[in-house]
């Protein structure tokens, strides 16, 4: 099957509109609980979290522009906005929706007995959140899921087939989650900010190898996917150096100035104690 159909994008591009597929109910059944989950705080406490608020609602404003605008659309033909997108993800929307905190919403979005089934499994499910979210589990498994998606013969079963398009999807989204969970876990330790920065200069140097072997390469890595020409006037060739530097410069910039904003508060911090 033609990657271009696999995606909803046969041949009219002009009519490239909003692709509403499978990503729209778990955006809306994630923006409903946590809508009735504040609602359900509020009442219980007048405290109200704006900043994390506004945080989670432009992680998800992030996940549906990446998922269900038209740079999913024509990014099933054009590598670069593919790339864009799979970058919205990773470092836009994963981080901003670590940052909200939103599982107390979450969970007080749920019925009831769904909220007490969840409480009921809350040791070992803590266990296992533990685990998954260990700093360098996650950055391992983050920077191995960027690889290996973007090996010719995954690659090619992603933009064939839509449930393996959304696996790939869930893979980037899920591991970027637990590895800006680690980050974020470790940042919050004074003597663990260090590992932390180390885990982001690490991941943002590993992405920029991929970004620039994409860039730099001399033969397309993917000849089977469709032919962007047509829609952007762009060589297949020509396609992937954009691709590539869209992960070389500003995706992995967004590791590094994170790094460099935890190394500055982490050193802020411990002015006052060597004064001490």
Do not use: K
């Not at 989670?56 to 740079?71: C, D, H, V």
């Amino acid at each position: 099957m033609n990657a271009a159909f696999a995606h909803g994008l046969a041949e009219a591009p002009a009519g490239a509109g909003l692709d509403i597929e499978p990503a729209l109910l778990p955006l809306l059944i994630a923006a409903v609980l946590y809508a009735v989950g504040s609602w359900r705080l509020r009442r219980r406490s007048r405290d109200r979290h704006h900043l994390r608020e506004l945080q989670f609602w432009m992680g998800m404003a992030t996940l549906a522009l990446a998922l269900l605008s038209p740079i999913h659309t024509l990014g099933t033909t054009i590598f670069t906005l593919h790339m864009v997108e799979h970058e919205l993800l990773m470092v836009v929307a994963a981080p901003l929706l670590v940052a909200a905190r939103p599982s107390a919403e979450l969970l007080w979005g749920m019925p009831h007995r769904a909220r007490r089934a969840f409480a009921n499994r809350a040791p070992w499910l803590r266990a296992l959140w533990s685990a998954a979210t260990d700093l360098w589990s996650a950055t391992i498994l983050h920077v191995a899921v960027l690889w290996l998606w973007h090996l010719p013969g995954l690659f090619r079963a992603a933009i064939e087939s839509e449930p393996m398009h959304i696996l790939q999807h869930v893979c980037f989204l899920g591991s970027a989650l637990l590895f800006w969970t680690a980050v974020w876990r470790a940042a919050r330790r004074h003597e663990h900010v260090g590992a932390a920065v180390l885990a982001l200069f690490l991941t943002a140097l590993q992405a920029g190898m991929l970004g620039a072997l994409l860039t730099f390469a001399r033969v397309p890595w993917y000849p089977f996917a469709p032919d962007p020409w047509p829609l952007c006037g762009l060589t297949r060739i020509e396609d992937q150096e954009m691709a590539g530097l869209v992960m070389w410069v500003p995706a992995c910039m967004a590791y590094v100035l994170v790094a460099l904003a935890l190394m500055a508060h982490w050193l802020s911090a411990m002015e006052p104690r060597h004064a001490r």
